[in-house]
């Protein structure tokens, strides 16, 4: 029942100054061009995972997170919040396949669960 780390995410004030930083800081290739403005993030890495970065404004606050891909996302909540975490995004449709729950863990982390079909 292993959870592989599956995606990355950064979240600030200010998308246009997070994206030039981390493109010229790590060499990565990032594209905001979408209605949502998020930035996917392509390293360019071999055996380097996806991510993303955006501006979320106020109410989710700054971080820097990754999400792990798992079977049964509200087992894994339910288990999650017996181990002394928060959930503070429930179970959220993102496609027609997958689903992502946020949580913060018992030291207030961030943390994202991606489940998909």
Same mark, same amino acid.
């Given at each position: 029942?292993? =959870?592989?780390?599956?995606?990355?995410? $950064?979240?600030?004030? *200010?998308? *246009?100054?997070?994206?030039?930083?981390?493109? *010229?800081?790590?060499?990565?290739? $990032?594209?905001?061009?979408?209605?949502?403005?998020?930035?996917?993030?392509?390293?360019?890495? &071999?055996?380097?995972?996806?991510?993303?970065?955006?501006?979320?404004? *106020?109410?989710?606050?700054?971080?820097?997170?990754?999400? =792990?891909?798992?079977?049964?996302?509200?087992?894994?909540? &339910?288990?999650?919040?017996?181990?002394? =975490?928060?959930?503070?995004?429930?179970?959220?449709? $993102?496609?027609?396949?997958?689903?992502?729950?946020?949580?913060?863990?018992?030291?207030?982390?961030?943390?994202?669960?991606? &489940?998909? =079909?």
């Amino acid at each position: 029942m292993a =959870a592989p780390v599956v995606w990355f995410e $950064i979240a600030g004030r *200010d998308l *246009d100054v997070l994206t030039r930083f981390y493109g *010229d800081l790590l060499g990565w290739k $990032i594209d905001a061009d979408n209605p949502q403005r998020y930035g996917m993030v392509d390293t360019g890495a &071999e055996g380097g995972i996806p991510g993303g970065i955006y501006a979320p404004g *106020d109410p989710v606050g700054e971080y820097v997170s990754f999400y =792990a891909g798992v079977q049964g996302l509200e087992g894994y909540l &339910e288990r999650a919040e017996r181990l002394g =975490a928060r959930v503070v995004q429930p179970p959220t449709p $993102i496609s027609e396949t997958a689903r992502v729950a946020m949580l913060l863990d018992p030291e207030g982390h961030r943390i994202g669960l991606l &489940e998909q =079909a």
